[in-house]
């Protein structure tokens, strides 16, 4: 037996001709290295997140989990359904997080998961285009760490918004457009036309990139397949825009929430079409999206050769995109989340994986990982503005700015009911206000004579809702009236960062003199001073608690 079991073992390697060891081998270590790639991406995640919001959008997602209300902006528009039901079920399975905790580890989440998703979508683009095994290796886990290393891909998995989902949708569709070109048929189709489909419900915006995709993996099927593609994608669409609308109370008030938001505030204001109205307005949301799309395109340091069709495409893309928010509106970089996923993709322009590859994706790491931990939280372009940028300093800034209010207004309040009113445009620090101090209200009153000069609005947040008056919907023209506060308050608080034309409008209603407990920098007033706070034409009518 010691004998004949070699010669059996040479008679099998014959009739099945083994696979080459180190392609095995360079496979495996491809996958480890990716899995540690993932782990060190969480952890440097959670050790650069922050606990305060970093922007609005994160307390309106984080409110929408515990209850749907477009009209309180939870979330805004356009409704981000799907991206909603997924935080909805962080929210189930993990009921003791709160609003801002649960977009927090939302956005934590898909971010993280970008790392993976990256390497899967290389490796099935590779496998398309019938590379060896240690080329597609090697351009997988470089996609993986660029992903990893990102700086907008690292920031919006801190910000507790949808951007990290849109990147984690667009390298799955990579991947999915990959397969049907390699396996085609109408099964195949289908999918890739629900899952573009269903990509609009995290933000509809990846449809910038998800519909070229589609195109693309399609291009070989049959018409067949084709029609079967697109009605997938229209009922998929369907399948979560009529709930959507549904829930939202109607067509009508849908569409007047995203109007008034969408066109009357951010089309009005910064999009081309209206240059002249607002010439330095355009050109800040012009800045802001170039430099956000070289942001995006850094992973591009990894390599100068774009012979990919995939790669020619996502550069095609980011221009699409460009456009589109240029035209249109650049809050923050967190937009270009989708052309960031794309610039990650970058290796699969190499036509060989040597040392030279290497170097740049080593550089493009180095680089990103700079950019976040070492920016600055903002930057100054002169006519251009101020422009945030997706850095740690971002993240810790905002995080202080919320501290300082809450150090100002609730340590003197002690958990006594009040009602913090401010003019400035900071209202995330109002949305977020009520779920850090138990019993307070915060109002904020916007008055904006350049930007939408008929515009009055008076919005009012509790711990789980925001009440807007004269109009109901958020940033609406409504007529004039007087609106009593649901709950009874006994202080009024006038937030630090007031006007000082606010200021002295208050201390002329108010029947007593201000205070400073603590010397805190926030003004006090008994709510029996304040009974009407008229500020504009509408006013605001307070219940006094019982002492």
Sequence with gaps: MCVDAPARA??????????????????????WLTALATALALAARRATAVEAPVDVDTVNFGLSAFRFDLVSHQPHPPGYLGYVLFLKLLHALLGRLGPVEVAVLGSLLCGVLCVPLAWW??????????????????????AALLAGAHPLLWYSSCDGQSHAAEALAVFALVGLAAELRRRSGVG??????VAVGLAGALRPTVWLVAAPLGAWALGPATRRARAWALAGGALSTLGWYLPLVRWAGGFALYARVSRALVQDIFIANYSVLNLFRAPERVLGNVTMATLALALALLPLLAGRRFASPVMRRGLALAGLSWAFYAAVYTAEAG???????LGCLAPLGWSTAGRREGLG????ALVGIGVFLAGPAQRALG????????????LVAREASAERLVEAVCRPLRGRAALVLTDAPETRLLRYLPLRCPGVTAAWLGFHPVVKPSLEQWQVFSPWSMRSFPSEVPYEIGEARAETLDAAVQWVVLAPSASAAMRDALLRQARCPARRPG??????????CLPEIRLSPSALRLTPSAR
């Design 383 to 394: 006519a251009a503005g101020e422009v945030w940028l997706p850095t740690r300093a971002t």
């Design 10 to 31: 040479v008679a099998n390697s014959r009739s099945v001709p083994p696979r080459a060891p180190e392609n095995t081998l360079s496979l495996s270590r491809g996958r």
């Design 121 to 142: 979508a290389v490796g099935r683009v590779a496998a398309l285009r019938g590379d060896a095994v240690g080329l597609r290796v090697g351009a997988g886990v470089s």
């Design 188 to 193: 195949w189709a289908l999918a890739m036309g």
């Design 361 to 364: 994706v080593a550089a493009a």
């Design 335 to 341: 937009y270009f989340s989708a052309v960031a996923a």
């Design 519 to 528: 010397g805190t920098p926030a003004l006090f007033w008994s709510s029996a």
